[in-house]
C-alpha cells in the first residue's frame, strides 16, 4: 500500500511562488507515475498536472501552463510542484496522487491572497 505525505503548502500573496513536496513510500518509486490535483472550496477536485513514471513526460492544466513546473527526484522517492506567479484562483487543497500503485496524499492547503 503506497502513502503519500504532502507539505509546503501555506499563504502567499498573488505574484508568489511555493513549491508543495509528495514523498511516497510503500511502492517502487520508478514504476509510478504521479499527479496533482487540486480542490477549492465548493469546487470539484480537477487535475493540476502529471509526470511520467521515467519523468520525462510531463502534462499541465491550461489553467497552470507557464506557471507551474512538476518533477520528481528518484533518489528521495519525492515528487515536486514548483508553482510560480501564483494567483487567487489558485486557493485550493493540493494532492498527490500515484498510478497505477493507486493512493492518495491528504493534501496541503495553499492559499493566495490578493
Known amino acids: 500500500q503506497v502513502q503519500l505525505v504532502e507539505s509546503g503548502g501555506g499563504l502567499v500573496q498573488a505574484g508568489g511562488s511555493l513549491r508543495l513536496a509528495c514523498a511516497a513510500s510503500?511502492?517502487?518509486?520508478?514504476?509510478?507515475?504521479f499527479d496533482w490535483f487540486r480542490q477549492a472550496p465548493g469546487k470539484q477536485r480537477e487535475f493540476v498536472a502529471t509526470?511520467?513514471?521515467?519523468?520525462?513526460?510531463?502534462n499541465y492544466a491550461d489553467s497552470v501552463k507557464g506557471r507551474f513546473t512538476i518533477s520528481r527526484d528518484n533518489t528521495k522517492n519525492t515528487v515536486y510542484l514548483q508553482m510560480n506567479s501564483l494567483k487567487p484562483e489558485d486557493t485550493a487543497v493540493y494532492y498527490c496522487?500515484?498510478?497505477?500503485?493507486?493512493?492518495w496524499g491528504q493534501g496541503t492547503q495553499v492559499t493566495v491572497s490578493s
Open positions: 496522487h500515484s498510478r497505477p500503485t493507486d493512493g
Open positions: 509526470i511520467s513514471s521515467g519523468g520525462v513526460i510531463t
Open positions: 510503500g511502492t517502487t518509486f520508478t514504476f509510478n507515475a
